[in-house]
């Protein structure tokens, strides 16, 4: 009984601390004014923001935004408006704005 107890209590504190770790997640998402995907809205002009997905590039990313044309420019000014040109999956890029 006393077993059962401590798990019953050790789950409801492990929901608890969900719920409260994603209101608190939400909060700050909203409270910056980013969306999850699209632009962003903070400063007058919105800036276009590209979310990494597993196995991109900056090629891979170069050439969505570039079309067929030389696309070393177009990663040169990423990885400059982006702080270098590694990226790591999730991570947000400015791409225009």
């Not at 982006?82 to 790591?88: E, H, K, L, R, Y």
Request: charged share 20%; aromatic share 6%.
């Amino acid at each position: 009984m006393y077993l059962r107890r401590r798990l019953v209590a050790g789950v409801l504190l492990i929901l608890v601390g969900a719920a409260l770790w994603t209101v608190v997640t939400w909060a700050a998402n909203s409270s910056v004014g980013v969306d999850p995907v699209g632009a962003d809205r903070r400063g007058a002009a919105a800036t276009e923001v590209y979310i990494v997905q597993p196995g991109d590039t900056l090629w891979s990313i170069a050439g969505r935004l570039g079309g067929d044309g030389d696309r070393r420019a177009t990663v040169d000014r990423l990885a400059e408006r982006n702080g270098g040109s590694a990226i790591t999956v999730g991570q947000r890029l400015i791409i225009g704005g």
